[in-house]
């Protein structure tokens, strides 16, 4: 079901439509920032492109997103070329932008579009692997012309601040984003409320004297625009503590297959999580047994923070009779590179 099906009723402006459309838009047009997913004709843009893109830059600022949007694209220039591509490639070609389900469900859609043609709707999108409201709404909106809203972080933080709320819900946010959007320019409007709220309305410290909304926005007027919306409530960080075993060199080592939603299918080195209380000895030693390796000389310890979690890992050296990769060749996680980093040059870390 789409958002407009379940949003509450339009809700009422303090302000004239057509004068904030009209303002947004000419600002748009004359600062809206060249990004290689917008090459085209509004409203017409690739959808290829434009899909990667958005699946991409939902976890990564678009200055640092661009170089990975350009080597995917290079590896990967069409559809087809996707579809062809081993998960192994995919994988490789997304290392370091994380949440590599992202990657995994990119790859499966692909292979169904390349067998049956981009989708010529909202709901079409919707129906491929990996794509949410947010994505089905930029796609046919920027390659199809169709009158569907974004919702995301700059969506949300440009609308509580042009409305002083503090706590916007989801569906708060969808209604207004419908009601706002303009039914003539759809696809420019979401880029212009995207752009306004990356470069303008940003987080800390919005810049209201350039904001092509400021004569309507009443969190301006409140004279604190930056206390909307208020912080969101993060959840805590879980600690988390593992070992893992080098057998081999840094550029050749054995290598297991990751499980799980954030890491699955890359490649990594052995590890054994450590239970409530364990010494990490006790995990070297239960993880030696099940490769089976004996284990080597301690190499270090490294902290990583992904998601929620922060992964304090002991990294052993370890003997064992066991088929090594060449590293170079595989998909990592950052973690992973880390540690291998450590064990090249343990002083560094």
Known sequence: M???????????FPFPLPDLRSALLAWFDRTGR?????????????????????????????????IY????????????????????????????????ARARNLHRAAQRVAHEGFPRSYDGWLALPGVGPYTAAAVSSLALNEARAVNDGNVRRVLARLHAEPQPTPAWVQARADALLDPARPGAWNEAVMDLGATVCTP????????????????FASGTPAAYPAP????????????????GTP???????????????????????????????????????????????FLGTLTHVMTHRRVTLHLHAAQADLPRRVVAEEALSRMDQKALLLAAQPALL
């Not at 789409?2 to 009422?12: G, L, M, R």
């Open 2 to 12: 789409s958002p407009s099906a379940v949003t509450p009723p339009v809700p009422a």
């Open 232 to 247: 969101k409530v993060r959840a805590a960080v879980q600690d988390v503590s593992v070992v893992a075993v080098l057998i």
């Open 69 to 100: 949007y350009d080597r995917f694209l290079t590896a990967f220039p069409t559809v087809q070329a996707l579809a062809a591509a081993p998960q192994d490639a995919v994988l490789k070609a997304w290392e370091g932008c994380g949440y590599y």
């Open 204 to 219: 800390a410290s919005p810049r209201c004297e350039v904001c092509p909304l400021r004569p309507w926005c009443a969190a």
């Open 251 to 297: 550029q050749q080592a054995v290598l297991e297959r990751r499980s799980g939603a954030l890491l699955g299918g890359l490649m990594g080195l052995p590890t054994e999580p450590l239970a409530a209380g364990e010494n990490p000895q006790s995990a070297l030693e239960r993880l030696c047994a099940r490769l089976p390796a004996r284990p080597g000389a």
């Open 34 to 66: 060249a990004l290689p997913w917008r090459v085209g004709r509004e409203g017409t843009r690739d959808p290829y492109r434009v899909w990667v893109a958005e699946i991409l830059l939902q976890q990564t600022q678009v200055a640092r997103g661009q």
